[in-house]
Nanobody, 120 residues
Framework: QLVESGGGVVQAGGSLTLSCAAS????????MGWFRQIPGKDREFVAA????????YYGDSVKGRFTISRDNTKSTVYLRMTNLKPEDTAVYYC???????????????WGQGTQVTVAS
């Protein structure tokens, strides 16, 4: 089970940190990813991290502003979001995969999502 938290409303230019807590199985060896979705649009890749945390990948729209990290001792993945823009408004999901990939169809486990709203 994956449970996201940390979403909310923030002013443009502000920051938020999302957390994704894993339970029920060991995700310590699973690459993890963050995706986001706006109603009526396709899910967008945000960031992914290898099981060790040694490799990370980012979507072009968030490079330089978002940072993905993980603490395997706490079974938690984080997404630090800075310099937020109104276009970052979406429901953010974390997911677990067997491979490090930006493709959402290769993620087998998904959280329920957390809403992030960036006010202009």
């Amino acid at each position: 089970q994956l449970v996201e938290s940390g979403g909310g409303v923030v002013q443009a230019g502000g920051s938020l940190t999302l957390s994704c807590a894993a339970s029920g199985r060991s995700f310590g060896t699973s690459p993890m990813g963050w995706f986001r979705q706006i109603p009526g649009k396709d899910r967008e890749f945000v960031a992914a991290i290898s099981w060790s945390g040694g490799s990370t990948y980012y979507g072009d729209s968030v490079k330089g502003r978002f940072t993905i990290s993980r603490d395997n001792t706490k079974s938690t993945v984080y997404l630090r979001m800075t310099n937020l823009k109104p276009e970052d408004t979406a429901v953010y999901y974390c997911a677990a995969s067997g491979v490090l990939t930006p493709r959402d169809n290769e993620y087998q486990y998904w959280g329920q999502g957390t809403q992030v709203t960036v006010a202009s």
